[in-house]
């Protein structure tokens, strides 16, 4: 998700559309407001949230550092109207990560963030789960080097999974992640959906199901089948098999007769 902080309506809705049609919640802010949220948000939402960008606002670096003191993973990224060096040294100062001149288009924006955070965590472009590489770029993974199509709601889940691997995640990290924090008029259990067709295009590819699920626990992803127990695996014996091992058992008490 990114939040986009700007004193104008028509900016902050432009860009959450923008955003939107690249595949990526996002929304808006007003100045005013952003401070106090971005103070009072809670650790679970403040971690779904990938981006800040700064428009046109007053003491743009007071709410850097805000946002710096509450994540150190969020990137940020200011838009100026015009150049001007000691406002760009400032902002950097502030926490800033980049400040990119307007116009800018979302895409762009979107590229800017993948490779801060990538900067940050020492991520490469994509990471291999398994017989998977999941890209963070925006493409559809591979299995053994074929590409699978994934719808980009499916793609943006895959993702936050492969980002959080070896951790479970619930509904909710996973809806906000993909939808947003204020989607309000869309329902949390759209999750269970997503996650349901793309357990199916996954085992359809894979020949297993990559993610497990517990409930009240949330989703996990496996990079390699789950192994069965050992009395599943070997399968229901034969009448033949039945009447060897009896055979062997009776030879043995026969040579070891108990006393």
Known sequence: MIVVV????????????WFDKEGVSACGLAPCEFEGWVRAISEADIRSIEAFVLGTCDNRGGLARAIRHRSSLAAIIAMNENRSLEE???LFAAGVDD??????????????VKAIRRRASGQADYTDVGDMRVFFDGRDPEIN?????????????LEHLVANRGCRINKTQIFN???????????????????SKLRKRLRHRLGYDPIDSKRYLGYR??????TEKAGAARGPSSPAQDADALLA???HFAKDPVV
């Open 177 to 195: 992640s993909v939808y947003g924090l204020f989607s309000e008029d869309i329902d949390e259990n759209v999750v269970e959906s997503h996650i």
């Open 6 to 17: 700007d004193e104008r309506p028509t900016v902050t809705e432009g860009y959450a559309s």
């Open 99 to 112: 400040v990119v001149r307007k116009p800018i288009h979302a895409r762009e924006i979107i590229a800017r």
């Open 145 to 157: 080097g074929e590409v699978l199509q994934l719808p980009r709601r499916e793609r943006r889940i």
């Open 221 to 226: 992803l496996m990079a390699e089948a789950p």
């Open 88 to 90: 760009t040294l400032d």
């Open 249 to 251: 058992r009776s030879e």
